[in-house]
């Protein structure tokens, strides 16, 4: 626990929101609104050394080798899900950030390649879904896999990700200051707060951007068994109050989802709900993840 927190305290100042500077988005809106669309791939056999969480979502939980049943519901994302996702993102015009593991750019291009094709703004995810940062890592193999992802994604998207979205939200406790040492800018997987912060490490300063733990649809759908409805529900109610809390102190909500859920014909719809009520709202502005953590760093440097 104590060294836990004394990582903790490099990373960043601990401030209740109604004390800070103002955060100014543009047109002056009052809620900074994003979509992060996790592609993902679920090794059937994940590499020697993998830490894996022991509740990652999935067909009836891991099974022995070879586990079609787990591997090939997540597969769906990318054979069929991903493609239903992004094109709901097309009909209502709505900007987003494709946070891709190295296995996907890989095994899957075409999904690199539609993703440019429509301006995403693409993240690194680590390897697979299957292997986990953790603090079972040295710091060499850490470091290792962390470069080795980007580089995977450079090589074939033609442009090193600036921003990073750990497989399963995954840390250990010197993660922030490798993203900083490769020179990523942004990172989503600390969910406590709704404004960005600067998380100032030995080795470079990052933005946090916190992801709504509580909207994503995996968390809400999967593991707490909400109905597609009541996450509509749940998410257009949180851009409202988000929206008037705004008037006094500037938020962000960055909305997770994964192609593999969200993106069956029986859930589709909900998600196409929440972006059309999105557009019918005033004072959004609608970006990527790095234009947002551009403009936060903006306002936070200065």
């Not at 680590?126 to 710091?139: A, L, P, R």
């Not at 733990?213 to 707490?224: I, K, T």
Request: include cysteine.
């Amino acid at each position: 626990m104590t060294d836990w927190l004394q990582h903790d305290r490099l990373f960043h100042e601990t401030s209740g929101i109604p004390h800070r500077k103002p955060l100014i988005w543009p047109n002056d809106a009052r809620l900074a609104l994003s979509l992060v669309i996790s592609v993902e791939y679920y090794e059937m056999r994940p590499s020697p050394g993998s830490f894996i969480p022991p509740n990652i979502p999935g067909g009836f939980g891991r099974a022995p080798y070879p586990d079609f049943r787990a591997f090939t519901q997540r597969d769906y994302g990318n054979r069929v899900g991903v493609f239903r996702v992004l094109e709901a993102l097309d009909r209502f015009a709505v900007p987003a950030t494709a946070a891709i593991d190295a296995n996907v750019a890989v095994r899957y291009p075409y999904i690199v390649e539609q993703c440019l094709r429509r301006k995403l703004d693409i993240a690194g995810h680590g390897h697979s879904v299957t292997n986990v940062i953790s603090s079972h890592m040295s710091e060499a193999q850490e470091r290792a896999y962390i470069a080795s992802a980007l580089d995977t994604l450079e090589r074939v998207s033609g442009s090193r990700p600036i921003g990073w979205h750990g497989p399963e939200n995954g840390q250990s406790a010197r993660t922030p200051a490798l993203l900083a040492e490769q020179g990523v800018g942004y990172v989503l997987d600390w969910p406590n707060d709704e404004q960005p912060f600067l998380m100032r490490t030995p080795r470079g300063t990052l933005t946090s951007l916190a992801m709504a733990l509580e909207l994503d649809d995996v968390v809400s759908m999967w593991h707490r068994r909400i109905s597609g409805e009541r996450w509509r529900q749940a998410v257009i109610d949180a851009v409202d109050q988000l929206i008037a809390d705004g008037g006094s102190a500037r938020r962000h909500l960055i909305l997770n989802l994964h192609p593999w859920l969200v993106g069956h014909p029986h859930r589709i719809g909900y998600l196409e709900e929440v972006l059309e009520a999105i557009r019918q709202r005033d004072g959004i502005w609608l970006a990527t993840v790095s234009d947002m953590a551009a403009k936060a760093r903006a306002c936070l440097d200065g």
